[in-house]
């Protein structure tokens, strides 16, 4: 494993979400050929090299597709109460764009993490946008009030169509892109401790 977490670590910006993948705490895309049903996958599979350099070939282009201090891409969507929400009506704050759907188990399971920096930033120019990959408009809802989500929602309901997914090259969940006042990006894929610490360089302790 320390070998493995070695190699990641050599395409800068994107060990993280490759360790995080192998570790279950991402959901991916599932992209099957076209010409004939996926085999059944076992139970466990230790990635192979070829695996592992696919990936990183992965996110090293979404690290180049969108690179940090680059000007993040607007977009518009609907929230759960229909209204048209857009990145660029957020600027004059720092925005967390957060990618994630009401089926994402890690997701869910990060959500307190999310939670927890908005209470404690969102009064000094902190602003979350969540951006769902849900494709039910209930389930979707239903999640935002299960964890008891309070900042800004909006989707397209497109799975992992959702335009704003697509635009950001999006091909697994949680994803996180950190945005300026000015809307260009800081970070991305910050989570846990990462996205606090960054945060509290921005704004203070």
Known sequence: MTALV????????????LALTFLGTACVEQKPPQSAPPPAAPA???PGQEQVDN???EMERLS???PVGSEAPDFSQQSPD???IALSSLRGKVVLIDFWASWCKPCRMENPNVK???EKY?????EILGVSLDRDMDAWKNAIQQDGLPWLHVSDLGFWNNAAAQQYGISSIPFTVLVDKDGKVIDKNLRGPALEAKLAEIFGG
Do not use: D, M, Q, W
């Open 44 to 46: 466990a599979v230790r």
């Open 122 to 126: 969102h009064r000094k120019g902190f």
């Open 64 to 66: 180049n597709l969108i």
């Open 82 to 84: 229909g209204r048209t």
């Open 55 to 57: 990936l990183v070939a």
């Open 6 to 17: 070695e190699r990641f670590s050599r395409a800068a910006g994107v060990h993280l979400i």
């Open 116 to 118: 927890k920096v908005y």
